[in-house]
């Protein structure tokens, strides 16, 4: 028995020298530190790791050695640690909170410039934001043990002079969700074949995080607990340099930057894409020219988009770096280049992880002498500016404004509260309700990328977005500021909290402004509660208060709650929601309607369906469901589109459908439960669906092809043009300006019929042949940001944004494009819930009158 156990001990260190010949050939270990092989079990590369396991990894290596410090930044929505594991040598990580107080010294143009002789270059290794890409947390495993065991001298030197902080999975929800696809799936013998189901994950995938975002989009929204908790993090150390580990394609090879020389942000000081990328680069090249590993660069990929892993450290005076591996999509899958194997894959990313450390280790004082230079030039390009700060406000809804605040402080962007009225450009901006952005301040890149409107680029191909001014998403006035105002209270996380809700009782009724964005999570509890709300259809004005239409009136008497209970129900939605509830004393309006009119009715608790699985776009699905779960309080049924041919659709009265591809038999049934009376909600290829299936009697406005009128014009194109001329006239993410009419329930709670709408997709409409039922219609000048192209922008004018489509008893509400957007469109999303709550109020027009 102890020949087998000694027998079995030599196997095992053999298999485990094995492995580090193929990840670290020629180097020295600490035998003391187990290897990620015999810690976890299997080899690198021939199990996928769960998340727990990694972590516990991570944790042991901090009980075993002094170079280690593991430190959990927060929790994902399915309450797995976030962690980042914090690696240099001994005497610097005694040193942790000098070294990041000499940080904030170093970042702060106004502080005396710290000694950078003997100051650590702070570089962190992320992976694994898209959950399926695995290959970079396994990587970030190995880079961990590397750092913590290797003995020799040129490790020691690097953790001399370096902290590495190590973030192994940026989205562990996500990873988890693959992770248990492929080893649930893997074979054995290993399957090579693309179509076979271990390469093929079931919808929606692991990419994306519980709410099925994806997270490499939000550095920038900072929607997300697991961005929000990364930026408290990073913000608090601000690194040099930063990498992001991905996959693409099976057939692609590996890419480093730089990447396309006419994609990179004005913003960012060319220093960053010349001199410091292609230093880097060299490293790279080195690094998988030593492996014989194939390569790409410069051909793909941009850095305009600010919220991406690596473009959202070049814009706070530190180093981005993307790194794009050919995934094996599992554990070998056949390629154009032979088998890609996962332990290959692992292999290349973790050479461009250490070879990172090194560059950086080397360009220390450089990267040191930068950043310091990074917020200081910030500082004196503001100054040199005409442009003295931003002005942001919102006169009747406070929650948009606390969120748009909210967002302000993830990036640590300084604002102040105004001590006066401020007009400009005819638009007055309240004390109390608006807020000064100045432009100098260390953050002035971050400040302009907020309000930029970019409308001439370089290139005509987009990775993403090629718009995201904020204030427009938010749906807030605002503007320049030539002449710095007076600085209130600087706006910090004590103005983040609303304030607490407080209100008298009243015998009669209470009312709701629809104004305040958070008015629907309070509706829904109401509702939930079967209390009786009704919404105004007309304007009115009691206690010395304007209401407009949508402003909510719960009456006293009728319901089925006492006065008491009621009262504690309404205080209840009020302190959850953050809305002000006003207790009316009477039924009798100053001006408008009164309480008893007939042109206040009765709201129809959402019983809400939403199409998901395979062909429903994820994205788009994932937003709506956030915003349900997070913002309106409200259940969502997630039904998988398979079983909507056998579903009794009675149960609900609203279907919501986002992009994707549905089968034309669905028609029928979809069709005769709005006759019945529901409320069908479509966006963007949805909304073609439901017009081509005849669901609905509209108009698709249809876009020409760029060859179609080369053809006509009896030209010819080179092929090789093909992907440019087709690609440019996509439009990838940009924004409109449209007229909302607010007197459609769709519209309720908006006082300004213009409107800024995000497009990132080509779904045309023609206007409704009722003139009443046109409720979004796009500008004859549109184009308000981003890239589109002029055919397509000539297209898009004048075309319907929104539309009613009545059918029977029911109604279609069709989006030619994406309310929800990236969770981040507050300006739009009002009109998606309100489709939801108000839109079976919406009935042919009456010419008699309201209910006669």
């Known amino acids: 028995m102890q020949k087998i156990s000694v027998l079995l001990l030599l ?15 020629n180097r020295k270990f600490n035998a003391a530190i187990p290897s990620p092989q015999q810690f976890l079990g299997h080899g690198m590369g021939e199990h996928q790791t769960r998340y727990d396991r990694l972590v516990a990894y991570m944790y042991e290596l901090d009980r075993l050695s002094d170079r280690v410090m593991v430190q959990v930044i927060g929790e994902t ?31 702060d143009p106004n502080a005396p410039m710290p000694d950078i002789a003997n100051m650590p270059v702070l570089v962190q290794l992320g992976a694994n934001v898209h959950g399926n890409e695995t290959s970079g947390g396994e990587a970030m495993i190995l880079a961990a043990y590397f750092y913590t065991a290797c003995e020799d001298d040129d490790v020691k030197k690097t953790l001399d002079e370096a902290v590495i902080f190590v973030e192994p999975v940026l989205n562990p929800d996500g ?12 074979g054995n013998p290993l399957v090579t074949d693309p179509n076979d189901r271990e390469h093929n994950e079931t919808w929606p995938g692991g990419r994306t995080n519980h709410y099925w975002f994806d997270l490499n989009r939000d550095w920038y929204l900072a929607v997300h607990v697991e961005s929000q908790n990364r930026l408290k993090f990073y913000h608090q150390w601000l690194p040099n340099v930063v990498t992001d580990h991905h996959e693409m394609g099976t057939n692609s090879t590996f890419f480093f930057e730089p990447s396309k020389e006419n994609a990179e ?30 390569y790409y660069t ?29 995934s094996s999509r599992g554990y070998t899958q056949d390629s154009q280049h032979g088998p890609v194997t996962f332990a290959f894959t692992i292999r290349n990313q973790l050479v461009c992880a250490i070879a990172t450390c090194q560059a950086a280790v080397d360009e220390r004082q450089n990267l040191l002498k930068f950043q310091r230079e990074f917020f200081a030039s910030s500082i004196a390009e503001a100054n040199k500016s005409t442009t003295k700060g931003y002005v942001v406000g919102e006169g009747a809804d406070a929650s948009r404004l606390r969120k748009f605040a909210q967002t302000l402080q993830h990036h640590k962007i300084e604002a102040y509260q105004l001590t006066d009225n401020l007009t400009l450009d005819g638009k007055t901006f309240e004390k109390g309700k608006a807020l000064y952005i100045p432009a100098a301040q260390p953050q002035y890149r971050m400040v302009r ?15 993403d977005a090629s718009a995201w001014n904020m204030p427009l998403a938010f749906g807030l006035s605002h503007a320049e500021v030539k002449a710095a105002p007076t600085r209130g209270a600087r706006v910090g996380e004590d103005m983040m909290t609303p304030p607490a809700a407080t209100f008298g009782r009243s015998d009669y009724a209470y009312l709701i402004d629809y104004a305040d964005f958070m008015a629907n999570k309070a509706l829904y509890q109401l509702l939930q509660k079967n209390i009786l709300v009704k919404t105004a259809l007309r304007p009115f004005k009691i206690a010395d208060k304007a209401f407009g239409r949508g402003a909510l009136l719960v009456p006293v008497v009728g319901q089925k709650l006492s006065k008491d209970e009621l009262y504690d129900a309404l205080k209840t939605a009020a302190q959850t ?5 006003i207790a009316a004393p009477t039924g009798f309006s100053q001006s408008g309607i009164d309480l008893g009119s007939n042109n206040f009715v009765k709201v129809q608790k959402p019983e809400a369906l939403m199409v998901v699985g395979n062909g429903v776009a994820s994205y788009e699905a994932g937003e709506v469901w956030y915003w349900l779960d997070t913002h309106a309080g409200m259940p969502l049924s997630k039904v998988d589109i398979g079983a909507l041919p056998r579903l009794n659709l009675s149960k609900y009265n609203v279907i919501i459908m986002v992009s994707g591809q549905y089968d034309r038999t669905l028609a029928p049934k979809i069709k005769q439960w709005i006759a019945n009376g529901g409320t069908l909600i479509t966006l963007k290829t949805a909304t073609e669906w439901a017009i081509r299936s005849e669901v609905v009697r509209e108009k698709l406005r249809v876009l020409p092809r760029a060859d179609s009128m080369a053809v006509a014009k009896k030209q010819r194109i080179s092929y090789e043009e093909a992907a440019a001329n087709e690609g440019s006239k996509a439009t990838g993410g940009a924004m409109f300006e449209a007229d909302l009419d607010i007197t459609n329930p769709i519209g309720y709670g908006y006082s300004d019929r213009k409107i800024t709408l995000y497009r990132n997709n080509n779904t045309l409409l023609e206007p409704s042949n009722s003139a009443y039922n046109t409720v979004v219609q796009y500008t004859p000048a549109p184009h308000v940001a981003g890239y589109v192209h002029p055919q397509t922008l000539k297209k898009i004018a004048g075309s319907a944004g929104v539309l009613v489509s009545p059918e029977g008893s029911g109604r279609a509400v069709l989006f030619a494009d994406n309310p ?14 309100n489709a939801i709550f108000f839109g079976s109020l919406i009935t042919p027009p009456n010419p008699f009158g309201q209910n006669d």
């Open 11 to 25: 196997l095992w260190a053999t298999m485990t020298h094995a492995q580090n010949d193929y990840f670290f050939p």
């Open 77 to 107: 929505y399915e309450k797995r640690p976030q962690i980042v594991v914090m690696i240099s040598s001994p005497a610097q990580l005694a040193k942790l909170p000098t070294i990041q107080n000499d940080r904030y010294k170093l970042c």
């Open 175 to 186: 990873r988890d969700r693959f992770v248990s696809w492929v080893n649930q799936n893997k």
């Open 265 to 294: 942000s004005p913003l960012v000081p060319p220093y960053v894409y010349k001199t410091l990328n292609t230093k880097f680069a060299k490293y790279h090249e080195k690094a998988l020219n030593s492996i014989g590993s194939l």
């Open 298 to 326: 410069k051909e793909s990929f941009d850095n305009l988009y600010p919220g991406y892993g690596s473009s959202y450290p070049d814009i706070q005076g530190g180093l981005g770096i993307l790194f794009e591996q050919g």
């Open 449 to 463: 990328s907020m309000f930029d409107r970019p409308v001439k680029f370089a290139d005509s191909l987009f990775y």
């Open 577 to 581: 929601s953050g809305v002000n509830v």
């Open 820 to 833: 929800n957007f990236r969770g981040i469109w507050y300006g739009t999303h009002r009109m998606f819930l």
